[in-house]
Structure formats: C-alpha cells, structure tokens
C-alpha cells in the first residue's frame, strides 16, 4: 500500500465523508477517497475549504478534514484563525518542501510552517512515507481530546508527493478519535459536592451555556437540571441552540451581542455556573457582566481555562456533560420566588423592547424583523449558521430557536458563513441549511455559491442587504468620499446568484419573508434570497453595569 491509499482508508475509518481543498494535493489520494465514497469538494479559496471543515466539523462533531498543495497553504492556514478561535476539530492537509530541494529556490517553495503554529495545537511534517500512518493517528487524537482545535499534516514534496511511498501494512485506527468528545471524564467528587454546595447557598444562581456544552451533548441533561430545579440559564454565541428560547429559563444569549434580559441576570448574580465557557471578552462584555463578589463554577474539559479570566471558586475539570451529570445528582433546591419572578420580568421587559422593531413593517425591511420572521418560518430541523459582525449581533438579540434547530457561527471571521453553510451541508445532507450574513461578508467568498451548484448542495442564503458594512457607517463623514469606506455599489445579487446557477429573489417587505424561503427550500437547489435592509440602522449596543 502507498501512503495515498493509506490516507484515504484512514480517513474512511474515521467516518470522514468530505474532503475539502484546492488542488492539487496527491491526485491518486483523491481518486482513493472517490472510491472509498469520500467526496472531495474542489473550493474557489483555501481559506474557503478551512471554513467548509470547520462547518462541517461544527454540526457533525467530526473532524473536518481540508488540504491544499504547498503555494496555497498560507492560504489555508488564514482559514484555520476562526477554527482556532470557535474550537472545532479540523484536520488541514498541506503539501510542502522536502530535504532533496529545500533552500534550492524550488518553483512556489516557501517554508511557511510558522505560519500555522498559532492556530493549531499539532504540527507535523510526513517526510517519509512509513511515518504517515503515526503522525494522522495523532492528528486525530490531538484534535478530538481536550479542547478540540485545529491540527495541520504537511505532506512533504510540493503537491505531496511523499504519498507515492510505501507504508506499513498496519494503518489501522481508533475511530472514537473521528469524533469530539472522544474522550469523557469526571470531575474530582469531593468539588462536585462543594460546587452543589454552593449553588444550594446561592440567592440568584444563573447557568452559562457556553461552546463546550455543544461539543459534549449537554442539552438532555441541562433541560433535565433546569425543568427540576427552575435555574436560570443565559448562553454564549457558540453556546445559543442548546435551549429552545421558548424555554421558561433561558433568558437568551449574554454578553457584547445579547439580550439586556441575559446581561442584567448575569450582572445581578450572585453564583453562575459555567458549562464550557472561556468567560472571554464576546461573552462577558469586556469582562463588565459577572460581579467581582459573585461566585463562579466553572466546568471545563481544559484546566488552563479554569479561573483564566474570574477566579473559579469551584474548579470542575472533566467532560461539561458528564460533570454536570455529577452535579444534577447532588442534593439541590428550587430557586428563591423572589429571584423566579425577577427573571420572568427580565424576560417580559425584553420581549416588550424588542418586540416593536421585531414587528415592523418598514420598507426597506429593519433586521430585527428580518431576523425575527426567519425563526418564525424556519423549516422544523433546519441548521442555522451566522456570520459575524451586524449578522452575529442581529441574530444573538433577535434569533428564535426551537429545540430542533441547530445554530453554529463564526467565531469573528466575516465571510465564514457561506463556506461554513457549504460544510455543514455537507455534514447533514438531510436536514436544510439556512445561512445569514450580510452582503458585506457574502462577498468575501461569493463564488462559492458556485461550488454549491457544482455538488448540489441545497443551501439557502439569507442575505441582509443595506448596500454596504454599515456596521461601520458611524466612523465616515456621509455624504462626502468618506462613504466608500463603508458604502458598496447597489448590485443585483439576484441576477449573479441566477447567473452560477442558483435559485434568487429578491424581498423588499417583510411579509414576503415566509414565501420567498419556502419557494427556495422547496426548489431543492441552491438558492440565495437577497432581502433588502434600512442601511441607517446598527446594532445597539447591549446593556452593561455602569461604571
């Protein structure tokens, strides 16, 4: 056996299905991956092939697997930043120089390794061919274990020519290392009963649902927990999805983006449990929202993010799902009356200020009511990924979801959503995929839409269209040349996305939101609504203590 079919084979037995890269990286593995039933995916960018794994990484909870030939890899590596960022298990594959020509000015050589050592946690270079089945063993090992992030295999020669050697009859491996978690493990006993002490003591407990909840399947036990106990719950970005939001203890997702109900339940706490949260910037508004005599608990497979950013009272080191489990069996209480009804008037307060621009009918359309008819008429399962910037923020205040949806976003890369929306389509062929940016971040890899027609990829793409990154608006002077900065040319993105082969429309009213997503999902094709959105409306900005 030569490396290439060793490579596809492993790749087989981890239960990988998709392959995406730019080409060309070692031709015969590709063609070992076709017949083994991997589907490579040809993408228009490297940095679009990173962000297709990490979507399918994201909703399938496998490794998603990319590659590119040696010139493309610092490319690639770009695409590994938001991987890195949202901790999602990604395998990149990279061609690169070899002993026989390296510091021979060898046509497109650069050894640009470096450039991927602060976006993964493994770096390993297959120079022969007898190494490759060692080094993609720990590939996998070290992206699924711990805290799951990128990992990168650079196959020597400049296409990966290294794949034509011989390797050992034995490339045989663990599957449960395709998957995250692929290991579980509890806490310490003796803290699981301080911490159950401590939220028992607690006048105002609230949970935090962070990213590290989704990666461990937490969802039946934390509803079990909320439904017995009636403990509040506000979410992160990564961790909105978990909780249907018409659940009666989910005030929404916290932090720069979220709800003033979640960030004041925060702010008026006096415990929060953490489930997977790093408690960074995006999720504690600049670190404003948790009170410094508050007391923290703080579950976390990564002991390094225990206390990072708030000194954890409790550390609970082990799988989010499997410590909380630990916890739930704990003796514990009802919540205070007092504290019940101050979160149902947190919740009431909310939907009272958001409920006048979530129900306009303005022309051109406002995003709080775009955003909010698309939950009302998402299809039952369907997968909803966000884009970040004004797209994040719209949907982490305005985002409906049942307990059927699943929601993934970009981690602070604009433009990941529609190569995201590509990769988790892949993952779930089954279920529809439904993708809301901005024309601002669509534009970064429009010509995916493309790829999508090419593998008949059923996305629909949800496009808030104010004809410019207003997010930014405030900075310019208008009406003078400082407007370009921020302002784009008024396209018809109908007659583009038409033109690659989609289905499109445009939407000028709010009402026709419902018709227009159902004629795409029905049509079965690749379709893009281009909704048309009042340019003079930002984001507010969330509710934070004063100072």
Not at 460 to 475: A, D, H, S, Y
């Amino acid at each position: 056996m030569i490396a290439a079919d060793a490579i596809a084979l492993m790749l087989q037995e981890y239960q990988t299905t998709h392959f995406f890269y730019v080409p060309v990286l070692s031709p015969p593995a590709i063609k070992g991956m076709l017949a083994r039933g991997i589907q490579p995916v040809v993408a228009h960018s490297e940095r679009a092939a990173a962000y297709m794994a990490d979507g399918y990484a994201r909703v399938s909870g496998r490794v998603g697997v990319c590659g590119s030939q040696a010139i493309g890899s610092s490319n690639l590596a770009a695409g590994l930043r938001d991987p890195w960022m949202g901790r999602s298990p990604v395998l990149a594959l990279t061609g690169g120089s070899d002993s026989a020509t390296r510091g021979r000015n060898l046509y497109q050589d650069v050894d640009d390794r470096d450039a991927f050592r602060p976006v993964t946690k493994y770096q390993e270079v297959v120079d022969r061919g007898d190494r490759l089945a060692d080094v993609i063993r720990q590939a996998f090992r070290m992206a699924t274990t711990g805290t799951p992030r990128p990992v990168q295999v650079g196959l020597a020669g400049f296409w990966g020519a290294v794949t034509l050697e011989e390797v050992p009859d034995d490339v045989s491996v663990d599957a449960r290392y395709g998957v995250v978690p692929a290991l579980r493990t509890g806490a310490d006993p003796l803290l699981v009963g301080r911490a159950a002490a401590v939220l028992a003591a607690a006048a105002r407990p609230v949970i935090l649902v962070g990213g590290g909840a989704r990666h461990s399947d937490t969802a039946g036990v934390l509803r079990e927990l909320l439904d017995r106990t009636g403990l509040p719950a506000v979410s992160t970005l990564n961790g909105m999805g978990l909780l249907a939001d018409d659940h009666p203890s989910y005030l929404g997702c916290a932090g720069d983006y979220g709800r003033d109900s979640a960030n004041r339940a925060l702010a008026e706490s006096d415990c929060v449990l953490v489930l997977g949260s790093s408690l960074g910037s995006m999720s504690t508004k600049n670190w404003q929202l948790l009170q410094p005599t508050a007391t923290v608990v703080q579950i976390d497979v990564d002991a390094a993010e225990i206390g990072r950013n708030y000194p954890a009272t409790v550390p609970l080191l082990g799988d989010v799902a499997l410590v909380l489990e630990q916890l739930s069996a704990q003796p514990g209480k009802q919540i205070d009356a007092e504290w019940q009804q101050r979160i149902r008037t947190l919740c009431s307060d909310w939907e009272t200020y958001a409920g006048e621009s979530e129900r306009s009918s303005d022309e051109p359309v406002r995003p709080e009511a775009l955003v909010h008819r698309l939950s009302q008429v998402l299809p039952r399962d369907a997968v909803v990924v966000g884009d970040t910037g004004h797209a994040g923020a719209w949907c982490a205040r305005h985002l409906r979801l049942g307990e059927d949806h699943t929601f993934v976003r970009a981690a602070g890369s604009l433009g990941w959503g529609l190569p995201a929306a590509i990769g988790a389509q892949c993952a779930a062929p089954d279920r529809p995929v439904v993708c809301f940016t901005g024309d601002g971040g669509l534009y970064y890899h429009l010509t995916e839409l493309e790829t999508a027609v090419r593998y008949d990829l059923p996305i629909v793409v949800v496009v808030n269209n104010n004809t410019g990154m207003n997010q930014e608006k405030f900075l310019w002077e208008a009406g003078t040349e400082e407007d370009k900065n921020w302002k784009f040319s008024d396209v018809d993105l109908v007659t583009v996305a038409e033109g690659m082969g989609c289905v499109a429309e445009r939407v000028d009213r709010v009402d026709d939101i419902e018709p227009a997503l159902a004629r795409a999902v029905a049509s079965g094709r690749p379709a893009l609504l281009d909704v048309r959105t009042d340019p003079d409306i930002a984001c507010p900005p969330s509710w934070a203590p004063t100072p």
